[in-house]
């Protein structure tokens, strides 16, 4: 890829990945508008990658309170409210990883062929998900539901409120962004606000939610990185570094944003773009 592919990747990833819009949905069409080469899952992963290490940094007292709770489940340090809360997140990754697993091996694929009436090009469910179509319904499906979900929701609980139920169903919610247009953080942040957590608070939620998931992507790709070539490996560094940045300063942005104003702006948005796609293509 030249620098400029590199470089609209990551903008499009840092901007859509924390907005509620996305990031995989945008990413598939970038070169369906482009006419590039579609990046694969290896860039796709390395953006993802760069766009943890921004959440991280970002939110670095929760993240460092995250690990703090992983140290004391082994028995480092004495952290209780930090281990109750770390317990809670790794319990909203599980229907994730299953997703995942059952993605990869293929469990899904007969229930994808009776569902969606697609065909599996070589057993690989996710890439049969790369549909421009299917894409424009989760936009506008999802988006619609981010909107009643925000408008009706309550906003009286905070991040420190978790329960273990909390994360099991914003977990489980995190599991249907396996399927691109439907949205990571769009997905966790409807199930936080139909919880009643704060907008800020449900943003904050999804993005501390995303370590784990986006760190276990991350680690499933290292045997491929190690087979790739020299020049894929750069291109995946240097893609995800661009991320970081964009990423950084688009949750910034949003977590400002939330504090006073609502997500309508982000629904009308995906209700809009759904609707382009599907009179487009």
Do not use: C
């Amino acid at each position: 890829m030249s620098f400029i592919e590199m470089l609209i990747l990551a903008i499009v990833q840092g901007i859509t990945e924390f907005l509620p819009i996305s990031s995989s949905g945008h990413l598939i069409l970038v070169p369906v508008f482009t006419g590039a080469t579609d990046q694969g899952p290896m860039i796709d992963i390395a953006v993802h990658i760069g766009s943890l290490l921004a959440i991280i940094v970002y939110f670095f007292k929760d993240a460092w309170g995250f690990a703090r709770g992983g140290f004391a489940t082994v028995g480092i340090g004495h952290a209780p409210e930090q281990k109750r809360l770390f317990w809670w997140i790794v319990l909203g990754t599980i229907p994730a990883v299953i997703a995942g697993l059952a993605i990869k091996t293929g469990a899904l694929n007969g229930v994808a062929v009776a569902l969606f009436g697609l065909t599996i090009e070589d057993g690989d469910l996710l890439a049969s998900l790369r549909l421009t179509d299917l894409i424009a319904f989760n936009l506008i499906f999802y988006g619609i539901l981010l909107g009643l979900a925000d408008r009706f929701g309550r906003e009286d609980r905070s991040y420190e409120d978790m329960t273990w139920r909390d994360g099991l169903l914003v977990g489980l919610a995190q599991a249907l962004a396996l399927i691109p247009g439907t949205s990571r953080s769009g997905v966790t942040m409807t199930a936080a606000r139909v919880l009643g957590f704060q907008r800020v608070e449900a943003a904050r939620f999804s993005f501390l939610l995303s370590i784990p998931a986006v760190a276990g992507a991350g680690v499933l790709i290292i045997p491929d990185l190690m087979e790739a070539g020299s020049e894929m490996v750069m291109e995946a560094l240097i893609t995800g570094s661009l991320t970081f940045v964009a990423a950084f300063a688009t949750m910034a942005f949003l977590m400002n944003f939330l504090k006073k104003a609502s997500m309508l702006v982000f629904v009308l948005y995906r209700i809009a773009m759904g609707v382009l796609l599907l009179v487009l293509f």
